[in-house]
């Protein structure tokens, strides 16, 4: 299996097992992605997905380059291929709960793509990162041209398009491509989801839709988000969180 799903406690981890071919992505696989991640949003018991590679040293190289020059003339596949990817990308973009990559090894392309699609991304020292379709004469789309932007900025997003330069973690930390560096991208990763999971979930939960709508144009509340604000009050986490923090600060 190329794409595989784990769970362990409240984290699962959505993982690239193609490790021959360093984790590039087959049609199969983009098709598949989505229904993976849904299965994690789903389960009650998962509060952070981790999106990694079942091999150290790798994350994903992109789409399978060999597929697209087998099928390029086929404009059924090529339909079909563009859905898969933008589905996968919008799957991860749109997750309702956190998603963290953990990048250790080359991020490039789809690969990148898929990382931009998390909430938060941590990568090992010797990770590299970039978007080559200017290599390829491959047309990225507005998606996760988006996606892009909306980490780095237009300009930064502009030379890493116009030139597809592989940068290293550290020029992709100070330009805002990921959140941290770490020497074990997975542990760090883990750490992080754990934390995140012993948060009260609707909390993390309801600034995650926040902070989607800000990103996609929303600039003052409605009448749903000024419901999520009153409605935190009712609820009995809000209860028991705020009990044993008196009763903490009490004793």
Request: a negative charge; hydrophobic letters at 50%; charged letters at 25%.
């Amino acid at each position: 299996m190329t794409l595989r799903l784990e769970r362990d406690g409240a984290i699962a981890r959505l993982l690239f097992d193609r490790a021959d071919k360093r984790n590039a992505m087959t049609q199969e696989m983009w098709a598949a992605l989505p229904a993976l991640v849904e299965e994690a949003m789903a389960d009650d018991s998962i509060a952070v997905l981790i999106l990694t590679s079942a091999t150290p040293g790798l994350f994903c190289a992109g789409a399978d380059i060999g597929e697209f020059a087998t099928h390029s003339a086929n404009e059924d596949w090529r339909i079909a291929n563009q859905s898969a990817i933008r589905a996968s990308h919008a799957a991860l973009a749109h997750a309702s709960k956190p998603v963290i990559a953990a990048i250790d090894g080359d991020c490039i392309g789809g690969g990148c793509g898929l990382a931009m699609a998390c909430d938060i991304r941590v990568a090992a020292p010797t990770a590299r990162l970039g978007i080559t379709p200017a290599k390829l004469g491959i047309v990225y789309s507005l998606f996760d041209t988006k996606l892009l932007v909306d980490l780095v900025g237009p300009g930064q997003a502009k030379r890493l398009l116009y030139t597809a330069a592989l940068i290293d973690a550290a020029e992709a930390l100070s330009i805002g491509l990921i959140e941290e560096i770490a020497e074990d991208p997975m542990a760090r990763a883990t750490a992080v989801a754990q934390t995140i999971a012993a948060n009260a979930q609707h909390s993390v939960l309801s600034t995650k839709n926040m902070i989607r709508r800000i990103v996609d144009g929303q600039t003052d509340d409605d009448p749903e988000t000024l419901m999520m604000f009153r409605d935190a009050f009712t609820r009995l986490e809000f209860t028991a969180r705020v009990e044993a923090f008196r009763t903490r600060r009490s004793s």
